[in-house]
């Protein structure tokens, strides 16, 4: 398959969207204009079949990411061998342009949940995150990005800032990172602090895609707003406003339209892929502006 596939094209400065079975056959007979898909990794690590026959076509096609999301880089025990293993299979298998993960943890000894958890910002945390991630881009021979989390609490413990935490790790490890706006969001309103802020702080030099993505609103146990990351709806009108001003900052950067649950027909989907690249042009067009005036 590897060598079917030939050179890994690099992912261009636009909207793709999570690559979804409902979505295999439009995708097929349409040829839609999408800069790129992307792919859970754990979708497809089993050995063959239509899911495998259907991904290698649209990989033909289109430049491919490739999203994990069960290695638990943030989980005390080790990394699971196996799992990493068939990871490094459907890397070279699919030779997708990104590779990325989530700074979480979902496995207690052999337990797996079903849920990304936070990570307590401490110097021990950091010397397992960063001994994690050196054995995954060892182990892939490739970086990879880590996307900063959507939280609902934070730990008394934390001897760092998110920030600070994510740079320390960058620094340590070479790895890049993917920013997920509406995890800032969500998680500046569970916690109540700037979302903007935590934009125009964050390493910005390091990343290498953007996330956009629904919440569900609801109140806590004392009236106050939170928000829950479900993936399954369109991106809030907040967000799209974060992601205006990450933009600003960034440039154009390859931006995902997370919607992976409650998936709508392609035509819907289209709408917010549309939205996206509207953004990322706009900011196109100052650039272009200011060099020829």
Same mark, same amino acid.
């Given at each position: 398959?590897?060598?079917?596939?030939?050179?890994?094209?690099?992912?261009?400065?636009?909207?793709?969207?999570?690559?979804?079975?409902?979505?295999?056959?439009?995708?097929?007979?349409?040829?839609?204009?999408?800069?790129?898909?992307?792919?859970?990794?754990?979708?497809?690590?089993?050995?063959?079949?239509?899911?495998?026959?259907?991904?290698?076509?649209?990989?033909?096609?289109?430049?491919?990411?490739?999203?994990?999301?069960?290695?638990?880089?943030?989980?005390?025990?080790?990394?699971?061998?196996?799992?990493?293993?068939?990871?490094?299979?459907?890397?070279?298998?699919?030779?997708?342009?990104?590779?990325?993960?989530?700074?979480?943890?979902?496995?207690?000894?052999?337990?797996?949940?079903?849920? *990304?958890? =936070?990570? $307590?910002?401490?110097? !021990?945390?950091? @010397?397992? /995150?960063? %001994?994690?991630? #050196?054995?995954?881009? &060892?182990?892939?021979?490739?970086?990879?990005?880590?996307?900063?989390?959507?939280?609902?609490?934070?730990?008394?413990?934390?001897?760092?800032?998110?920030?600070?935490?994510?740079?320390?790790?960058?620094?340590?490890?070479?790895?890049?990172?993917?920013?997920?706006?509406?995890?800032?969001?969500?998680?500046?309103?569970?916690?109540?602090?700037?979302?903007?802020?935590?934009?125009?702080?964050?390493?910005?030099?390091?990343?290498?895609?953007?996330?956009?993505?629904?919440?569900?609103?609801?109140?806590?146990?004392?009236?106050?707003?939170?928000?829950?990351?479900?993936?399954?709806?369109?991106?809030?009108?907040?967000?799209?406003?974060?992601?205006?001003?990450?933009?600003?900052? *960034?440039? =154009?950067? $390859?931006?995902?339209? !997370?919607?992976? @649950?409650? /998936?709508? %027909?392609?035509? #819907?989907?289209?709408? &917010?892929?549309?939205?996206?690249?509207?953004?990322?042009?706009?900011?196109?067009?100052?650039?272009?502006?200011?060099?020829?005036?």
């Amino acid at each position: 398959m590897s060598s079917q596939l030939g050179i890994t094209p690099r992912i261009p400065p636009r909207t793709g969207v999570g690559l979804k079975p409902d979505h295999y056959k439009t995708i097929l007979e349409t040829s839609p204009d999408i800069g790129f898909f992307e792919v859970h990794a754990e979708n497809y690590m089993g050995a063959g079949g239509p899911p495998h026959r259907y991904l290698g076509e649209i990989r033909e096609r289109y430049p491919v990411s490739l999203h994990g999301i069960g290695l638990s880089i943030g989980g005390a025990g080790p990394l699971d061998r196996q799992h990493l293993e068939r990871l490094s299979l459907l890397v070279e298998r699919y030779r997708p342009s990104l590779f990325s993960e989530h700074l979480a943890w979902s496995r207690h000894e052999t337990s797996f949940l079903n849920d *990304l958890l =936070p990570v $307590p910002y401490t110097a !021990e945390s950091l @010397a397992l /995150v960063c %001994e994690h991630v #050196d054995q995954i881009q &060892e182990t892939l021979a490739r970086q990879m990005l880590l996307e900063n989390p959507s939280t609902y609490l934070a730990f008394a413990e934390s001897a760092y800032s998110e920030i600070d935490f994510i740079a320390e790790l960058v620094r340590r490890t070479g790895c890049g990172l993917l920013l997920d706006v509406n995890n800032v969001y969500v998680s500046s309103v569970n916690q109540e602090w700037n979302p903007k802020g935590y934009i125009d702080n964050f390493p910005l030099a390091h990343v290498q895609e953007i996330h956009l993505a629904g919440h569900t609103r609801q109140t806590d146990d004392d009236g106050r707003p939170l928000l829950i990351d479900t993936h399954d709806r369109p991106v809030d009108e907040a967000v799209w406003e974060l992601f205006a001003h990450a933009i600003g900052q *960034l440039g =154009p950067t $390859p931006t995902l339209i !997370e919607w992976d @649950a409650n /998936v709508p %027909e392609w035509g #819907d989907l289209e709408v &917010e892929v549309r939205r996206a690249d509207a953004v990322i042009c706009a900011r196109d067009r100052r650039d272009l502006f200011r060099a020829v005036g």
